[in-house]
């Protein structure tokens, strides 16, 4: 059994979303993505299929020419190799799991980059 919190130990930067692991399991990574108002992810995308939720938060969410208002308590499920870009409407706490085969460190490097 493995346990986390999504609400504890948060980090914030005011320029770049913050990541942090909460837990790996067999087939699984949960991410927490912390963003400030205004800050935004750029277009990525994933080879792997994710699903995210909104847990605290706005996201203004762009995936195949649209964009999304996904608020807190909405999940999108993506398939591997859709490009999507984030951008925080206000101050948000965002979940992402991954497949096994992700790296957590393809999240940072987006971020990064």
Do not use: W
């Not at 847990?55 to 969410?61: D, L």
Request: overall charge positive; proline content about 3%; hydrophobic content about 40%.
């Amino acid at each position: 059994m493995k346990t986390a919190s999504i609400y504890k130990d948060i980090e914030c930067n005011e320029n770049k979303p913050v990541i942090s692991v909460l837990l790996e399991t067999t087939f699984t990574k949960e991410i927490r993505i912390v963003m400030k108002k205004g800050v935004s992810m750029k277009k990525h995308q994933t080879p792997f299929p994710i699903v995210i939720e909104i847990v605290i938060g706005n996201i203004a969410f762009g995936v195949n020419e649209k964009i999304l208002n996904l608020e807190k308590g909405d999940i999108i499920a993506l398939e591997g190799k859709v490009a999507h870009d984030l951008k925080a409407k206000e101050d948000s706490i965002i979940r992402l799991t991954l497949t096994k085969n992700d790296e957590a460190s393809r999240v940072k490097h987006v971020i990064n980059n």
